[in-house]
Nanobody
Framework: QVQLQESGPDLVKPSQTLSLTCTVS??????????WSWIRQPLGKGLECLGT???????YYNPPLKSRTTISRDTSKNQFSLDLSSVTPEDTAVYYC?????????????????WGQGTQVTVSS
């Protein structure tokens, strides 16, 4: 059973960088042909995929957010991370790390195999 767990601050000030880490257990983030993504859901809105890490280390970003988004991995810790820079209150959302056997589309619908529990991140001064 694959388990994902997000960690990071729940409050970030405007203009700062939101940083989250996903710790994976039960599988390796280098498992061939598997994908690891960061998605978010603002209150009352739909899911949005920020970007995806492939098992070979390739990274795919959602174009509208690409300039502010960095996804990285630490294979020694079986973790992958999200940095979202220059945040505004519009970045307030529940952030999830998820996994899938196919590269997620830029826009939904999405099909993910495993989800983290999600973490509420609020951008406010």
């Amino acid at each position: 059973q694959v388990q994902l767990q997000e960690s990071g601050p729940d409050l970030v000030k405007p203009s700062q960088t939101l940083s989250l880490t996903c710790t994976v257990s039960g599988d390796s983030i280098t498992t061939i042909n598997y994908y690891w993504s960061w998605i978010r859901q603002p209150l009352g809105k739909g899911l949005e995929c920020l970007g995806t890490l492939a098992s070979d280390g390739s990274i795919y970003y959602n174009p509208p957010l690409k300039s502010r988004t960095t996804i990285s991995r630490d294979t020694s810790k079986n973790q992958f991370s999200l940095d979202l820079s220059s945040v505004t209150p519009e970045d307030t959302a529940v952030y999830y790390c998820v996994s899938s056997r196919e590269l997620p589309p830029v826009r939904g619908p999405y099909e993910f195999d495993y989800w983290g529990q999600g973490t509420q991140v609020t951008v406010s001064s």
